[in-house]
């Protein structure tokens, strides 16, 4: 057990929807990173939160987005959803900033379902 | 961040040790090694890190060439339970916005 969680585990929706998921970081994390990993593109980082503070971006789409809020969880909007959409979507975190050790801690993830 | 190139499978007999190599030919001085691994469809689980020197814990040691250009993770007793995609991985230690897992190497630990 990494100590980051995500909800729920598991989301079937349809084309055009919208979802939202959740992650909290392990205790004392400030840095919360997403990923999709699909059959065919492997792990991608798509977006880095630091604090509150988008920190950095990766291969997000314009129709996700994502916000840390003040307790550190985080959440990954993705609207208008499409069948590509379907993949697993992790959540990491690491203690952030300048640590001098900043591994990088997964959850177990949300399998995606975009019927 | 430095290309890796891994073996995209390899196999093991339970109970030996499984040694998976990595190739890092174009690593920068201030990039550091870090290898994890993913079981099925599990979140990705850090096994270790170094920079130059050989580091070792419980989990595994990771051998790294004087020269950086690879380096080796060693499972000194391999399991069933080992049996999943490892990935290398090299970075700046505080440029953590870009881990690039690449397709990493599948290793079977048979019994």
């Known amino acids: 057990d990494s100590g980051v969680t995500q909800t729920p585990k598991h989301l079937i929706t349809a084309t055009g929807q919208r979802v939202t998921l959740r992650c909290s970081p392990r205790?004392?994390?400030?840095?919360v990173y997403w990923y999709q990993q699909s059959l065919d593109q492997g792990l991608q980082f798509l977006i880095q939160y630091y604090n509150g503070e988008e920190r950095a971006k990766g291969n997000i789409l314009e129709r996700f987005s994502a916000q840390q809020f003040p307790d550190l969880h985080s959440e990954l909007n993705l609207s208008s959803l499409e069948l590509g959409d379907s993949a697993l979507y992790f959540c990491?975190?690491?203690?952030?900033?300048?640590?001098?050790?900043?591994?990088?801690?997964f959850g177990p993830g949300t399998r995606l379902t975009v019927l | 961040d430095a290309k890796t190139t891994q073996p995209p499978s390899m196999d093991c007999a339970e109970g030996r040790a499984a040694n998976l190599p990595c190739n890092h030919s174009?690593?920068?001085?201030?990039?550091?090694v870090y290898w994890y691994r993913q079981i099925h469809s599990q979140g990705p689980q850090y096994i270790i890190h170094?920079?130059?020197n050989n580091e070792t814990n419980e989990m595994a040691s990771l051998i790294i060439t004087e020269d950086r250009k690879s380096s080796t993770l060693i499972l000194p007793h391999a399991t069933l339970r080992d049996t999943a995609v490892y990935y290398c991985i090299v970075r700046v230690k505080y440029n953590n916005n870009d881990m690039r897992f690449g397709a990493g190497t599948r290793l079977t630990v048979k019994p």
């Open positions: 205790s004392g994390d400030l840095s």
């Open positions: 170094g920079l130059k």
């Open positions: 174009t690593i920068s001085g201030n990039e550091y």
């Open positions: 990491a975190s690491s203690v952030g900033g300048r640590a001098s050790t900043d591994t990088q801690y």
